[in-house]
């Protein structure tokens, strides 16, 4: 039986308990918001497969627990991820403080070839916002990746973000086997990306 799709990419979501990973994953996979959603307990992961370049990829989603408690659990799940999505809450300051210590895990664990991307989540909730998206943007460029606001709840920028992260990882994938590089994995990634400015509607 012939697969359905060209590539599988493992994406994994990262940051805070609490900046709504869960809420980014069912929104992309299912487009449906729930915000009673309890705190994710160790790994869960959803499956979106969407056409980027002519090509069927795969996306499967892992969601972490955030807590300090499951960090343990959620450093084995970095091996094999090709693309790392680090989340903030714009309405919580410490979150978005904390993308630094995200940041040293993925150094630490994840390999160094993979793709990152930085998204502050909960857009639409602008009377509450603690992060100037100016941060965002500043922070996202110092680390060579991309930026996103997003919000789960009104759906705005989160299937632009993901797929945006599919298709790096899949040019990185395509420049790297033009060069007999077989694993997208394997080498440090040598060229790094400016931030992507997404404004809010």
């Given amino acids: 039986m012939a697969k359905s799709y060209d590539h599988l990419f493992k994406l994994l979501l ?3 308990s609490g900046v709504g990973k869960t ?6 996979s299912e487009d449906s918001f729930n915000n009673t959603y309890i705190s994710t307990i160790g790994i869960d992961f959803k499956i979106r497969t969407t056409e980027i370049q002519g090509k069927k990829i795969k996306l499967q989603v892992w969601d972490t627990a955030g807590q300090e408690r499951f960090k343990t659990i959620t450093t084995a799940y970095y ?3 090709m693309g790392i999505i680090l989340v ?5 300051e410490r979150s978005f403080e904390n993308i630094q210590n995200w940041m040293k895990s993925i150094k630490e664990n994840a390999a160094p070839g993979v793709e990152r991307m930085l998204l502050g989540n909960k857009c639409d909730m602008e009377s509450r916002r603690k992060v100037p998206k100016e941060r965002g943007e500043k922070l996202a460029k110092e680390h060579g990746i991309r930026f996103f606001e997003t919000s789960a709840k009104s759906s705005q920028n ?3 973000s993901f ?3 599919a298709t790096d990882i899949l ?4 420049r790297r086997a ?9 080498l440090k990634n040598s060229s790094k990306k400016g931030s992507s400015k997404c404004a809010l509607i």
């Fill in 23 to 28: 809420c980014l994953i069912v929104r992309f």
């Fill in 88 to 92: 903030y809450d714009i309405t919580d």
């Fill in 163 to 165: 797929n945006a992260l």
């Fill in 79 to 81: 091996r094999g991820a």
């Fill in 158 to 160: 989160v299937d632009e």
């Fill in 178 to 186: 033009a060069h007999g590089m077989k694993d997208p994995l394997d």
């Fill in 14 to 16: 990262i940051g805070d």
């Fill in 171 to 174: 040019m990185n994938m395509t």
